[in-house]
């Protein structure tokens, strides 16, 4: 059995670290794109620091100077703390001898609430559960084990914020149906500077991605990093499609792959069906090439062709022109498999304005 990379997706209309600066205020950042979803808003700072909503925040934090192993005697084994400047939680070291210090750490974080210690390079680290600037802590001047650890005591610790909080603000002087959402930060950044990045959903309308088809062409990946293969009717549907809606001629390897499609609804409808009567003749031929090849594939080079995958038949092709707006018109294809089963693609094909590139890209409507 054929398998491909599976290529026409639903695009997602996601927007990935949209690098931008902020206004002179420091304080405004204006994403190119409309955001659609504020809960798809995620703010990158500086290439690595990610800011939710309240900004980052530090807790407060003491660190000692003196590296363990540590001893106790029983004039040197009592510390006194407060966190929020709450009442004293008193924590008490038995008398010993040369303690390591992730035992002296483990002994005081079970008589400890609302922090807690860690060791870092053997000495010890005392950081509070909450952050922010409202967090304190404090060591009062009778403890008695700080001396030991080469903390500081009766002076106070705190948290701080290091990037403000931000908030989404409707900019109202842009359209109503595609508003511009400016990230409002609640203070002044420090400098003008920093780069913030932004990853949001935006709309279909201004996508870069699929360029307002609503679908694109790029590999999937699943979660242990492989490629999305399809077969069997996918395949045959994503074949047909890929040389349909391939400029003949843009491969120079291979020069008769495609058609002449983009070209040919770029001319003048005409009543008598002459641009109708191109495409039909594009597609019939691209189809009759297509099935050749699966049929060298299966008969020259020995592959397995299955019969969900091999294009049997082209039952049918309609060309419509909508009645909405007389500059598109729908290809209607049906093919038949070598099951039998009939496999039917829409496509809307729009016809370029005055201003318009006649190879501005195809929109597609449906494929099923």
Not at 334 to 358: C, D, H, M, Y
Request: aromatic share 6%.
């Amino acid at each position: 059995m054929s398998q491909d990379r599976e290529l026409n997706q639903l695009c997602p209309h996601l927007v990935v670290e949209e690098a931008l600066y902020v206004s002179a205020d420091r304080q405004t950042v204006r994403p190119l794109r409309p955001i659609s979803s504020s809960n798809s808003l995620q703010l990158l700072f500086n290439h690595e620091v990610a800011i939710p909503f309240e900004g980052v925040q530090t807790a407060a934090t003491v660190r000692g100077t003196k590296r363990g192993p540590f001893s106790f005697t029983s004039s040197t084994n009592v510390l006194h703390v407060i966190m929020n400047q709450g009442t004293v939680q008193t924590l008490t070291l038995p008398i010993a001898s040369r303690m390591a210090p992730v035992q002296v750490a483990g002994l005081l974080n079970q008589q400890l609430t609302g922090a807690a210690f860690s060791v870092v390079n053997d000495s010890l680290a005392l950081t509070t559960s909450e952050k922010g600037p409202s967090v304190s802590l404090f060591l009062r001047a009778d403890s008695t084990a700080a001396a030991v650890f080469g903390i500081n005591v009766n002076r106070e610790f705190r948290g701080q914020q290091v990037i403000p909080g931000w908030t989404l603000v409707s900019d109202p002087t842009t359209l109503a149906d595609r508003p511009t959402r400016l990230v409002v930060f609640d203070r002044p950044l420090n400098s003008s500077t920093d780069m913030i990045e932004l990853s949001y959903t935006t709309i279909r309308e201004e996508c870069r991605r699929c360029g307002g088809s609503g679908f694109e062409n790029d590999w999937r990946f699943d979660i242990s990093g492989n490629s999305v293969l399809i077969g069997n009717e996918d395949l045959l549907v994503q074949e047909v499609q890929k040389i349909l809606y391939t400029q003949i001629g843009s491969n120079p390897f291979q020069p008769k792959y495609g058609t002449g499609i983009l070209d040919t609804i770029g001319k003048k409808l005409a009543a008598g069906g002459f641009t109708q009567n191109l495409i039909l003749a594009d597609v019939t031929s691209a189809f009759a090439r297509w099935q050749g090849i699966k049929r060298a594939q299966e008969e020259d080079v020995g592959q397995i062709v299955t019969d969900r995958e091999f294009p049997f038949r082209l039952l049918s092709v309609n060309i419509q022109q909508s009645a909405a707006d007389p500059t598109v018109i729908f290809l209607d294809i049906t093919i038949q498999n070598r099951s039998n089963e009939p496999i039917q693609l829409t496509r809307g094909l729009k016809i370029p304005q005055a201003l318009q590139v006649p190879t501005s890209p195809v929109r597609s409507i449906t494929a099923g």
